[in-house]
């Protein structure tokens, strides 16, 4: 099938607000102000205000505003820029120094009604990884606003926790939306590029960029990597928009070109923009079409790249069910539901879809042979683990370089520390019999092997001041079987252990 843009509705930023940027001492100001009234992820979640954000459709507004009824400065600012409820000017002015209402209602944040009796916030401020990011309010999502600015989401943390953080020259957040990314990148990176297709995005991230006092971050207007033509970049994160919808209406999630064909076409322009050496790491979803398997779809992607690639996929969904969610997340309950459902199942009829997946993408600039990987691994870390990316693309390159035996046997290996041996036994006979016996990694992937318990005695002696040579030498005389066998076998396991991260070099 032809390759097809779907039209976007026109973009309407012109009716939409904007934050006017405020100066670095005011964005401190601001910044220490929230800080000190509780307004910080940490004693939100404790009071259980992440565990559902405001939404019309689950109708928790009304435990929301009596939890805040209590008549405090943390109260108000909830109410506003966690909620987004006007309250009466009278009943904030009690509780907040003028000048934070003067300098939030100049630069936008917040706006008088028409009696100027009620204060509106415009924004949701939404505590995440130590910033505070201006989002739109949560409930906004029922307005059916193509330019709507989403919060940071599981998404965006996982993305977070996905990216490699070493010090970066320049780092480009492509996407941007909320600016979470950027912000993050901001500590590791001298300067960030942060851009979107959605001017709103563009404006918010500029303002989260000074609130939180990140004067590295440079925010673009633009389509894909457009606004960074001729540059480079020693990362490069995405998380874009991915949903595979017969619609382009949403800014922030629909794939608006043909099924999963946005994010192919960041795969493909993405490595003219890396630096020798700089990863590109994106999370995607792409469609399974009958008559090619999943692999040869993205593996097509990867292709020709110049970059060593690295594809892990996650979740499947059948159309059906995917379908129902993605309604479910962006359409408002009002719309009808059968006709909707039907556009979805209809656009994947035509186009042969079979199942839908997600996934991360990992992509390092490498001048040389370059190799993919694709696999699929049911569980991924919950806690950071860029270092982890890097050590399989460090550990993948090691081995390239030591493909013959004799550059292997000089190598000496170590165990991760955070590696454990395991065995399990089960009951039989009256006693307890050894079953497996398996090695895994705490750390990082979650990654296991089994093993034989002579194996498990050779790798005792891997502590990084024996050579794979000497090691393999003590081994051969402890088992009954030919030198060249023992060698032959024993190089194979190490170099598996050394690309899974379970030997270090
Ligand atoms: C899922 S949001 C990600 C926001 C943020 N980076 C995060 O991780 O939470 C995707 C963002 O990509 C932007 N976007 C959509 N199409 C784009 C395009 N063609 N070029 C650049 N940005 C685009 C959207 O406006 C939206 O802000």
């Not at 004693?43 to 009304?62: A, D, H, I, T, V």
């Not at 100049?106 to 910033?131: N, Q």
């Not at 199942?345 to 040389?368: L, P, Q, T």
Request: aromatic share 10%.
């Amino acid at each position: 099938m032809a390759m097809q843009t779907i039209p976007r509705l026109p973009v309407r930023s012109e009716s939409h607000i904007v934050l006017n940027l405020v100066s670095q001492n005011d964005a401190q100001r601001l910044r220490e102000f929230f800080l000190e009234a509780g307004f910080e992820e940490g004693n939100l979640r404790k009071r259980g205000y992440f565990n559902e954000l405001p939404s019309s459709r689950l109708r928790n507004m009304p435990r929301l505003l009596d939890s805040t009824s209590d008549p405090n400065l943390l109260n108000v600012l909830l109410r506003w820029f966690w909620i987004g409820v006007p309250q009466d000017a009278s009943r904030t002015a009690e509780f907040l120094p003028p000048w934070f209402t003067t300098l939030a209602l100049s630069c936008g944040l917040l706006r008088k009604d028409e009696d100027g009796e009620r204060i509106v916030p415009e924004v949701m401020f939404f505590p995440a990884e130590g910033f505070l990011v201006t989002a739109d309010h949560t409930t906004k999502i029922d307005a059916n606003d193509p330019e709507l600015v989403l919060w940071p989401n599981p998404t965006s943390r996982f993305l977070s926790r996905f990216t490699v953080r070493r010090p970066s020259r320049a780092t480009l957040d492509l996407g941007t939306g909320n600016a979470i990314q950027a912000l993050s990148a901001a500590a590791h990176s001298e300067h960030v590029v942060a851009t979107d297709l959605n001017p709103r995005a563009v404006n918010f991230a500029q303002f989260t960029a000074r609130l939180n006092g990140k004067e590295n971050i440079e925010a673009l207007l633009g389509d894909g990597f457009a606004p960074v033509a001729g540059r480079k970049f020693d990362l490069i994160v995405s998380n874009p928009p991915f949903f595979i919808s017969p619609s382009g209406r949403y800014l922030f999630c629909d794939n608006p070109m043909d099924l999963d064909q946005l994010c192919r076409q960041f795969v493909k322009d993405a490595p003219n923009y890396l630096e020798e050496d700089g990863y590109f790491q994106l999370l995607c979803e792409w469609a399974e079409v009958r008559g090619q398997s999943w692999q040869e779809r993205v593996g097509e992607w990867l292709e020709g790249s110049g970059c060593d690639a690295w594809l892990i996929k996650g979740h499947t969904q059948d159309p059906a069910e995917y379908a129902q969610h993605r309604i479910a997340e962006t359409a408002a309950g009002t719309r009808n539901d059968a006709e909707l459902y039907a556009n979805y199942m209809a656009y994947y009829r035509e186009r042969k879809v079979e199942a839908i997946h997600d996934g991360i993408i990992a992509m390092h600039r490498r001048s040389g042979h370059n190799w993919t990987q694709i696999e699929e691994l049911s569980e991924l870390p919950k806690d950071p683990f860029g270092e982890f990316v890097q050590l399989v693309f460090s550990a993948r390159d090691f081995l390239q370089s030591h493909a013959a035996d004799a550059e292997m046997l000089v190598v000496k290996p170590r165990l991760a520390p955070y590696c454990r041996l395991e065995q399990f036994f089960q009951p039989g006979e009256g006693r307890w019999q050894p079953t497996s016996l398996n090695l895994r990694l705490l750390k990082g992937f979650a990654f296991f092997i089994g093993l034989q318990a002579p194996v498990a005695g050779f790798l005792n002696g891997c502590d990084g001041t024996r050579t794979v040579g000497e090691l393999i030498q003590d081994f051969a005389r402890q088992v009954d079987a030919p030198f060249e066998q023992v060698q032959k076998e024993c190089l194979g396991i190490i170099r598996k252990l050394i690309e899974r991260g379970f030997l270090l070099v």
